[in-house]
């Protein structure tokens, strides 16, 4: 597996909300922030987003906006609304004139990912992902997108099911779409698999977690001198090779941990570790205690 894939499997993301949302008139409302990876796919119309301390964005159809870690922001059917503030709901929601037919229509929710591993997440996205249907319609991703509206437009037998196996879809899609490269993106995963010498050596990493690697032997795999290599690693992944080795065993023990099926002796071994000892205490230096406590915690 390429080490997007990696991340994603460790993640297991499923779209555990998925929910209409329609307008009618003037209508305003605010959320609190709830840390969970968000989203909002425009079916019809238009409306505003904010966020505390930015300026208001104007979302239309078929534009999908995600949010890694969802703070706290208003909607509103025009920019400079009064909202009101509501709680998040799992169920339908009409904003605005409850009666006529809807000006604007939206599929918003969450997906849940495992928590105990989901500061990954925020390493690899920014704050905000916004891919406007003019830009998201020329390749897969709008594709999807038109597989989405036509599934919502039916009450088809298993609707609900294969909704969230699209919205699955498409969070993985939002994370390679091309256009994040020119978005600024902050350091992380994905500006390293857009270098084609860093790919490589993520591919390498990733695709034997247990071997000795070295900096210089990484330094080979891109083609780099080891000191130009050791820079550039880490102003694009925003931390030295060994230390991204470290932190993804250190991802793949504790997803390990949580799930219990093996010992401690095996999962040290396959991690890149001489022994169950010498996992034990680079677990309790790295997390604060020791894989035991942390399985049993979680």
Request: proline share 6%; aromatic share 8%.
């Amino acid at each position: 597996m390429d080490p997007l894939s990696d991340i994603i499997a460790l993640l297991r993301p499923t779209a555990a909300v998925s929910k209409p949302i329609t307008g009618r008139g003037r209508w305003g409302i605010g959320y609190p922030a709830f840390h969970k990876p968000g989203f909002t796919l425009i079916l019809k119309g238009e409306c505003w987003v904010s966020f505390e301390g930015g300026a208001s964005l104007r979302i239309a159809t078929g534009d999908f906006l995600l949010l890694p870690s969802t703070p706290a922001f208003t909607l509103s059917s025009h920019p400079g609304i009064a909202c009101a503030p509501r709680e998040p709901t799992d169920r339908p929601v009409r904003h605005g004139d409850q009666e006529g037919e809807a000006e604007f229509e939206a599929l918003g929710g969450a997906f849940q990912i495992e928590q105990v591993n989901a500061p990954l997440l925020l390493t690899l996205l920014p704050h905000m992902i916004h891919i406007p249907a003019r830009e998201g319609r020329a390749d897969r991703f709008g594709r999807v997108i038109d597989l989405i509206v036509e599934e919502c437009g039916h009450q088809d037998p298993g609707r609900e099911l294969i909704l969230q196996r699209m919205l699955e879809v498409l969070l993985v899609e939002a994370l390679r779409w091309r256009g994040l490269a020119a978005d600024g993106l902050q350091s992380g995963l994905l500006n390293g698999l857009r270098d084609p010498a860093l790919a490589r050596v993520l591919r390498a990493l990733h695709g034997d977690v247990r071997a000795n690697w070295t900096v210089a032997g990484l330094a080979k795999i891109a083609g780099q001198s080891r000191s130009a290599f050791a820079a550039r690693f880490g102003e694009v992944l925003g931390c030295g090779p060994i230390e991204y080795l470290a932190r993804w065993r250190m991802a793949l023990a504790k997803d390990a941990l949580v799930r219990g099926a093996k010992s401690l002796e095996r999962i040290a071994e396959e991690v890149g570790y001489e022994s169950a000892s010498s996992f034990s205490t680079a677990f309790r230096k790295r997390q604060g205690c020791p894989p035991g406590q942390f399985a049993r915690s979680q």
